[in-house]
T-cell receptor
Framework: GAGVSQSPSNKVTEKGKDVELRCDPISGHTALYWYRQRLGQGLEFLIYFQGNSAPDKSGLPSDRFSAERTGESVSTLTIQRTQQEDSAVYLC????????????FGPGTRLTVL | AQKITQTQPGMFVQEKEAVTLDCTYD???????LFWYKQPSSGEMIFLIY????DEQNATEGRYSLNFQKARKSANLVISASQLGDSAMYFC?????????????WGLGTSLAVNP
């Protein structure tokens, strides 16, 4: 596709359930990022994938959060045993490996934990 | 530690007028990059403009320009001839070049409202 896509666009879940969020980056982009944005806040870095290198997981808030990426394509962010404080918009971005590294964002997944 | 500061939580501007959104940054790196993104109510983060720390010219992209003052560590966004569609949140961000990481450090944003 032309841009970064994310699914689902909205997810409502009950506390304690697991959720899986998906990101399809722009074709040819080797870098992929996940961010969290709580209501009225800026973006909070979660995890970064660059090609076949080990991902930078330094932003993951707890071991309930994990992410995988298949090669240089789709990524899934998994949140286990969701808590109400996990409610936020989860944004995915991708960029070329080199150069300016401008990150292009998807529309986000709005997660609501009841 | 690297940090981005946006001191204006909200701004108002009259349609067709120019507006400046402030951004200051803190870094010990000599090489860094600064970005501005727009986030309308739909939620998508839209890239607007980029300034590299070694760029001698201020970046411009259509109605957007970046007033880069390196000594003052400021990278203000100037929007000329505001339009109603410019009403949105605006975020300033800096590329973190720690190691091989290229994650962005974000400010808290400025909400811009364009009045007709």
């Amino acid at each position: 596709g032309a841009g970064v896509s994310q699914s689902p666009s909205n997810k409502v879940t009950e506390k304690g359930k697991d959720v899986e969020l998906r990101c399809d980056p722009i074709s040819g982009h080797t870098a992929l990022y996940w961010y969290r944005q709580r209501l009225g806040q800026g973006l909070e870095f979660l995890i970064y994938f660059q090609g076949n290198s080990a991902p930078d997981k330094s932003g993951l808030p707890s071991d309930r959060f994990s992410a995988e990426r298949t090669g240089e394509s789709v990524s899934t962010l998994t949140i286990q045993r969701t808590q109400q404080e996990d409610s936020a918009v989860y944004l995915c971005a991708s960029s070329f490996r080199s150069g300016v590294d401008t990150q292009y964002f998807g529309p986000g997944t709005r997660l609501t934990v009841l | 530690a690297q940090k981005i500061t946006q001191t204006q939580p909200g701004m108002f501007v009259q349609e067709k007028e120019a507006v400046t959104l402030d951004c200051t940054y803190d870094t010990s790196d000599q090489s860094y990059g600064l970005f501005w993104y727009k986030q309308p109510s739909s939620g998508e983060m839209i890239f607007l403009i980029y300034q590299g720390s070694y760029d001698e010219q201020n970046a411009t992209e259509g109605r957007y320009s970046l007033n880069f003052q390196k000594a003052r560590k400021s990278a203000n966004l100037v929007i000329s001839a505001s339009q109603l569609g410019d009403s949105a949140m605006y975020f300033c961000a800096m590329r973190d070049k720690a190691g091989n990481n290229r994650k962005l450090i974000w400010g808290l944003g400025t909400s811009l409202a364009v009045n007709p």
